[in-house]
């Protein structure tokens, strides 16, 4: 195996740990012809937001840290691109290409750091589109699938997209979604832990909610309405709300959190690692999210899922999984909620390529074109 000229994985906020995990497994599992490089550039970092998921996905300690850490989009972005930068021209030798993950902002920064020093970069997860230009990840997605040598896509539309937008065939190679492969290799593990249970809960007897996005969580209007479904919700089932920071952060400036603390159905969580989460996700009766990676992992699991947005850039969730669009409007969202409740919700079917297989078709793609 030839240790220089390494290929290099970024992972970088809670979303990427688990796409970027079996990726470093199927390249050591194909034997691939190359040394692995692990960078982490420090986007997410505490112990609950990053090392959990290290630890349970059994990835390797990153080989590089950038600490890059929070801060506006410019700043975050600007601090990410400029220590990638460093770190791509530090070593003796020059990686032969860099495999980025997602839509985050690392994601974004670092493809642009090493293509415009002629480095290879590989996309995975491109061509999703929400066509929402208002969403920050909307803009990563175009400004990084713009620039990348390689665009592995995870479901059907993100080719159409890619071909609408220009981008040539031969960039384009459709490998599946390698965060369901993480699901499935941890769902034995997640269930014999018996979340739901050590909290009291029967299976099916709960809803899991989980909100981040700044159009949810940061207007008070906004934010209180949704804390009024979930008490709707909690007078007929138990919710089990884990925050992210982020969330946690708007609720208490809002005056929510007391709200939500003093209602005996809702429990108010830190947010949670990957398997806690998978478990309670597999047997909640419903999911209420604005997540982008919930509404696949709840397809892949048949759990209906009502996703607050208005739009998605995972159609395959909607079209053949269990997710609903409830948008802003939140009489159509309880609606949704009665349906789950009475059983009449629909059912989904398995998406093309969530098969459990894809990091091994991404380790082919690499293997193929880097070695
Ligand atoms: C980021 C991604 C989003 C993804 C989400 C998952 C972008 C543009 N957004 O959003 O696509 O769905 O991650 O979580 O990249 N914070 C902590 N501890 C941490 C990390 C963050 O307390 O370890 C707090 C900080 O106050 C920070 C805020 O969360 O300012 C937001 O973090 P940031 O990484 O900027 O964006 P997310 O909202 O997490």
């Keep these: 195996m030839s240790v220089s ?16 995990a079996p990726m470093l497994r199927a390249m050591t599992a194909a034997a691939a012809p190359f040394a692995r490089v692990l960078v982490h550039t420090g986007q997410h970092y505490d112990a609950a937001m990053s090392d959990v998921f290290f630890r349970e996905l ?12 929070s801060g506006s989009h410019g700043a975050q ?35 642009l750091a090493a293509v415009k020093l002629g480095i290879p970069v590989a996309h995975v997860e491109a061509g999703l589109r929400s066509f929402d230009r208002t969403m920050p990840e ?23 997209n890619l071909t609408r937008e220009g981008i040539p ?13 993480t699901l499935m290799h941890q769902l034995p593990t997640a269930r014999s832990l018996a979340v739901p249970e050590s909290m009291g809960l029967a299976p099916r007897g709960y809803a899991l909610v989980t909100l981040h996005r700044p159009s949810n969580v940061d207007e008070p209007r906004r934010l209180t309405a949704l804390v009024g479904l979930l008490e709707q919700v909690a007078a007929r089932r138990a919710v089990v709300f884990p925050a992210h920071p982020r969330t946690h952060e708007r609720l208490e400036r809002f005056g929510l959190l007391e709200r939500l603390r003093g209602n005996a159905s809702i429990h108010l969580r830190d947010p949670l690692g990957y398997r806690e989460n ?12 604005d997540s982008g990676g919930i509404q696949e992992e709840t397809t892949a699991l048949g759990v209906p899922c009502l996703t607050l947005r208005s739009n998605t850039e995972r159609p395959a969730t909607v079209t053949d999984g269990t997710n609903t669009l409830v948008g802003d409007d939140l009489d159509a969202a309880w609606a949704s909620v009665l349906t789950v409740l009475d059983g009449s919700y629909k059912r989904g079917r398995t998406v093309e390529g969530w098969d459990g297989h894809a990091a091994d078709r991404v380790a ?8």
């Design 5 to 20: 000229n390494p290929v290099v994985f970024v992972a970088g906020a809670r979303p990427n740990f688990m796409k970027v």
């Design 278 to 289: 998978l478990g309670l996700m597999a047997d909640a009766a419903l999911v209420l999210t």
């Design 138 to 160: 909307e803009i990563n997605r175009l400004v990084t699938d713009s620039i990348c040598d390689l665009l592995l896509t995870s479901e059907r539309a993100g080719e159409a």
């Design 77 to 111: 972005t600007a601090r990410v691109l400029a220590s990638f930068e460093e770190y791509l021209l530090s070593g003796a030798t020059r990686p032969r290409g860099v495999v980025v993950v997602g839509d985050v902002n690392s994601t974004m920064a670092c493809a």
């Design 58 to 69: 059994g990835m390797p300690a990153p080989d590089v840290h950038l600490n890059a850490g």
């Design 169 to 181: 065939a031969d960039r384009v190679r459709f490998v599946g979604n390698v965060m369901i492969d």
């Design 364 to 371: 082919r793609v690499l293997i193929d074109a880097w070695q």
